[in-house]
DNA sequence: GATTGTATATTTGTATACAAACGCTTGTAT
DNA sequence: ATACAAGCGTTTGTATACAAATATACAATC
């Protein structure tokens, strides 16, 4: 089968939809410049065109695919100049995020960050790769959390797609898993302290290396 | 009437039911907390639950709606620090379209730059403030363009509504127009001689005012 | 009196039917 | 042969009908 149906069975059917298709671009399964058809999306998956509108609609609005009127609608390319200033964007306000972070943690948000670096640390020395990768994405995501900024949470999720579909052609390099434990750890410190400014600033270059050879997410 | 037919007639339904919902909320005839039915809306507009139930999903994209399953979308709250949030982030996102602009701007865009900074002489000059707030935002948004990054274009845009929400009750405040047209100034001559490190600083100082007394867009 | 179960109303989620727009092909006239 | 127009097929845009989910009100039972 294609896929579809081994999703997750929560979530309304536009949201597996849409997931479907995000995947797919993301995975290269939908190459730039192809044509998404509702009426094909909807035979394949099996249901009506309703749902596929919607995960279409959201596709666009995350500047994933373009809409031109009543003619389809189809993967957009992304240059690797596209890529480059997503990797600068991601920069600042990943930076901006654990100043924020710094200043505004909480007691039980300090506790989980400590915890997923205690897990980096365990599955560093056991070198699992597949592991560090999903703490690498939760070390992330708590620190949007941290920052108390929807709009920031709200961007860098959103950019978070983008990043996955220019990334596809460029892999994943195991070696800086030391390194990065390191980082992680420093900007974890900081936080524990409260030094925006050091956060900040510890951030900014654990994204710009992770931004030069592709690992962390 | 409603003013939803005096809309201009390009576009289809679902974007003219869009900003409809975005400009109702931007201008407060919708009030945080209150829950759009998309029936009601569709027989207020005289048109059926389809688009509007595009429009909504789209602004529920752009964050200025909730939608609980199953119970209706709800009005988002903006509190002052998400303002001031959404201001620290265009602040790094402004200054860094800037930036790039400086690095990237055709002779075109230099030409027609150049021509908004003498119109918002022109009519700083006549204190006219309606035509500056709309030169303004143009200037803005060719900065955007050429900079060359979809990525930034795209979120300022969306962010721009966010502000437009947030600022529905903070006034313009005109004394700042001859110290806004200085600033203005200074940008475009910065990125005229390719200068985008001046370019960024000149930006951010711009953007920082006009946050703390709510003049330009 | 509190709690739980059921019926009902409200609202969203999905499917389908129909209309409009656009591109493409084909046919005809010059 | 080429230019142009008419017709057809494809695809989206919109309306409507129906199904599913959830809250609410009310009654029954403990």
Redesign the interface.
């Known amino acids: 089968m294609n896929g579809f149906y081994e999703n997750k069975d929560y979530g ?1 059917l536009s949201e597996k939809v849409y997931r479907f298709l995000r995947d797919g671009i993301a995975e290269g399964r939908y190459q730039t410049g192809d044509c998404l058809i509702e009426m094909k999306i909807a035979e394949e998956l099996g249901v009506s065109r309703t749902p596929v ?2 995960a279409l ?2 596709l666009e ?3 994933l695919v373009s809409s031109h ?1 009543n003619r389809g609608v189809v993967v957009k390319s992304f240059t690797s ?2 890529l480059q ?2 990797s ?2 991601r920069h ?2 990943e930076g ?1 995020a654990a100043f ?1 972070a710094a200043q505004r943690v909480t007691d039980e948000q300090l506790k989980e960050l400590r915890e997923v670096v205690e897990l980096m640390e365990f599955y560093t020395a056991k070198n699992d790769i597949v592991h560090l990768v999903a703490l690498d994405t939760r070390f992330h995501e708590l620190i949007y959390e941290a920052s ?5 949470r ?2 860098l999720a959103s ?1 978070h797609h ?1 990043i996955r579909k220019a990334r596809q052609s460029s892999l994943t390099l195991p070696d800086r898993a030391p390194n990065s434990l390191a980082e992680h750890l420093s900007i974890y410190q900081a936080i524990e302290r409260r030094d925006a400014q050091t956060a900040k600033e510890q951030m900014e270059a654990h994204v710009a290396v992770a931004a030069g050879n592709r690992m962390s997410d």
């Not at 108390?148 to 920031?152: A, E, K, L």
């Open positions: 309304s509108r919607e609609k959201q609005l995350e500047d009127p100049e596209d200033d997503v600068t964007i600042l306000l901006q924020w108390g900024s929807r709009t920031i709200h961007i950019l983008n």
